[in-house]
């Protein structure tokens, strides 16, 4: 797959989070198919907080309408996450699920991963973390 990347997006004048959408499915003209295979990728960035929240949430169920069968939530760049930030995700995995969607969260850093498994919901959204890169044959670490 090679990712397209759409404009950072600002959430409600919030200038600590944005998010880059990239779809694996493109059309010829170079953005994002609104076809149903395939999946969304879509990487977050800075506070998942009371501020940005609602403006995040009518970002993702938007984004549920054209992603394909798998929304991918790439929590790299996440720096903080508070029970907003929680709820939004909870609320993107029940909407996901009632459209067939299946909403996987990628690579949480330990804050996040830590609040997912003292609120119990590392049960409840599937979390995955990236493969580390292969080093090549041959080379001493």
Known sequence: MTPITAPSLRYAGHDGFTAVRRAGAHSKN??????????????LRGDLDIASAPALRRRLLGT??????????????????????????????????????????????????????????????TVRHSAPEPRPAGLAT
């Open 64 to 125: 549920l309408r054209h992603s394909g069968g798998l929304l991918i939530l790439d929590l790299s760049g996440v720096t903080f996450c508070d029970v907003a930030g929680l709820a939004v995700l909870v609320g993107t995995q029940r909407r996901a699920t009632g459209l067939g969607i299946s909403l996987h969260l990628s690579d949480p850093p330990p804050q996040l991963e830590k609040l997912l498994r003292i609120s119990g919901l590392e049960g409840f959204l």
């Open 30 to 43: 170079g953005r994002a198919a609104r076809q149903r295979s395939g999946h969304t990728v879509v990487a």
